[in-house]
């Protein structure tokens, strides 16, 4: 799999054709390229679906001819959408590079794929604050949102670099969030009293 990866993010595809498509510039997220299709229509596809044949024009004039074409561009369409968004990880890394772009905060990762795989290796199978179970494959929106894994900067000054990230569970990401310390020792003290 790394292999494959390090082989698309090196691929230089600049003017070549695949179908319809001519690549452009390759994106930021390692493994897309920018294509231009005859029509002048402009999207971000998955180097394996160039190279492998499975994307060969926008889903519009993937509509003409043949006539499943408008099946398979749903399918094109579907897969290139599991593609990008299938793992919450990929999720979690996007919303950390957008918080970074909002807060003024590092992105130490050259890509949302990159982090994602950062998240993926660093994720435990326990939370490390609260000792619950960390579930992968769920979302925060989802059942089980006290146990889906949540980055958490070591220290909130710092930015989403890989020093200063841990990934921890949405219930104590959500606690340390909501609650100052002044609050979060008076609660501490307020438990344990007596
Ligand atoms: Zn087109």
């Avoid at 593609?83 to 890509?111: D, M, P, W």
Wanted: include cysteine; proline fraction near 3%; hydrophobic fraction near 35%.
């Amino acid at each position: 799999m790394r292999t494959g990866l390090d082989m698309a993010r090196r691929l230089d595809l600049s003017g070549r054709v695949f179908g319809k498509w001519t690549a452009i510039e390759r994106s930021p997220d390692s493994g897309y390229w920018k294509c231009r299709c005859t029509c002048g229509i402009e999207n971000f596809i998955p180097v394996s679906n160039l190279t492998t044949g499975k994307s060969t024009a926008c889903v519009k004039c993937g509509h003409k001819g043949d006539g499943n074409g408008a099946r398979h561009a749903a399918l094109r369409r579907n897969g290139e959408h599991a593609e990008r968004s299938r793992t919450n990880e990929y999720l979690q890394a996007a919303a950390c590079k957008s918080r970074a772009k909002i807060a003024g905060l590092a992105f130490g990762f050259a890509s949302v794929s990159e982090c994602a795989q950062w998240i993926r290796a660093n994720t435990p199978t326990v939370c490390p604050v609260l000792g619950i179970p960390l579930i992968r494959g769920i979302g925060a929106r989802h059942g089980f949102r006290n146990n889906a894994p949540s980055v958490d900067r070591v220290d909130s000054k710092n930015g989403y670099v890989s020093g200063n990230m841990q990934v921890i569970s949405f219930r104590a990401n959500a606690m340390k969030n909501d609650a100052t310390q002044d609050e979060l020792e008076r609660f501490a003290r307020w438990v344990l009293r007596g």
